[in-house]
């Protein structure tokens, strides 16, 4: 015999809508400013209102773990159609590396099987360039 138990999710009401990179920059800007590097996701409903924002790895001084698992469960739990990830390089220099570009991809393509679109990856950090959008500097088809 199964025990079945319905429960009904609660919809979050929206905040701020998300149309460029600087509005997200807004949300997130804050890390800019820590000292290890950590990965954030940002949910998204169908008009691009932000749903939640999550902290989805904290890792060390150059580097954080990421798996589409962990980043596709909070967007499947927030209800959302699509989502913005972005993290933070404390050096100062928001450059990709060669791995974010690796993972921005990955996460790309799993998106596209739970359909849930990836619309940007954005590196944050401090100074006078203090974020890059990938989806804008063209590195990676989203």
Known sequence: MFN???QVMLVKETSAKLTHPHDVYEEIKDAGNMAQ???FVI???RHNN???KHMITLGILDAALVHPREVFRAAISDGACAIIIAHNHPSGDTTPSAEDLKITRTLVEAGKIVDIKILDHMIVSRGDNPYISLRESGLVSF
Request: hydrophobic fraction near 50%.
């Open 50 to 52: 932000m749903i939640d």
């Open 4 to 6: 079945i138990s319905t």
């Open 37 to 39: 590097e950590a990965f």
């Open 43 to 45: 949910t998204l409903d």
